[in-house]
């Protein structure tokens, strides 16, 4: 884990799914809570497994997790990232939503399943701190691994979570329909400039790195 000055902990970690078996408690919860945010409460129709996980298939060795977790190690939330060069969603399941759109780079990563079920503890901007954590672990995430730019296709209402946050995007495209309400599918840029502004926004102290479990 990456130390506040202060010496309290940074919260975020990453875990790639080959280490799902290692792993497991970590990965039951994240299932769990993706679960109940997206099919319990959301009522997406969703693939659920044993009744009590939602997972598909882009849940695959090749995936990477940005996690947050609270100061006893239990998990706050997560976020999903794909190589947009591997099969990802927006060239899935919401390929029909944007037939137009079609993204494949090596250095673009898509950005799904952003899950924080509940988080009472609330940063400056008025968002939960695991909500801050998984958008500036998957900033740092992206520095650290050649990401230029990240995609995300987001629930309208998101929006103001994102500006909350200090992230900047470009929406590319919209979608609305009496099903899935108002949909967008936004780029954004990853950069030095996006994590001074997440910190600035969120309130988050800088760390030196984030921890991969695969360390």
Not at 48 to 66: A, H, K, M, P, S
Not at 97 to 102: E, H, I, K, R, Y
Not at 170 to 178: D, E, P
Request: glycine share 8%; hydrophobic share 35%.
């Amino acid at each position: 884990m990456g130390i506040h000055p202060n010496g309290s902990p940074e919260m975020i970690t990453v875990v790639y799914g080959y280490e799902r078996e290692e792993q497991h408690e970590l990965f039951d919860e994240m299932f769990r809570q993706r679960k109940q945010v997206f099919v319990d409460e959301k009522k997406w129709d969703l693939k659920v497994t044993d009744g009590e996980f939602e997972i598909d298939e882009y849940d695959r060795d090749d995936t990477v997790y940005v996690c947050s977790l609270r100061p006893d190690g239990s998990l706050a939330g997560s976020v999903r990232l794909l190589n947009t060069l591997t099969d990802h969603m927006a060239n899935g399941p919401f390929k029909e939503m944007f037939p137009d759109l079609t993204v494949r780079s090596p250095t673009i990563w898509e950005a799904t399943r952003f899950a924080v079920p509940d988080d009472p503890r609330i940063q400056p901007n008025g968002v939960s701190r695991a909500a801050c954590e998984i958008m500036l672990g998957t900033c740092l995430f992206g520095l650290e691994h050649g990401v230029s730019q990240l995609i995300a296709i987001y629930e309208a209402p998101m929006a103001r979570v994102y500006r909350k946050c200090g992230v900047r995007h470009y929406v590319l495209g919209r979608h609305r329909s009496a099903t899935a309400g108002s949909i967008h599918f936004a780029l954004g840029e990853v950069s030095r400039q996006l994590e001074a502004s997440i910190r600035e926004a969120t309130g988050l102290a800088p760390i030196e790195t984030i921890a991969e479990a695969a360390e």
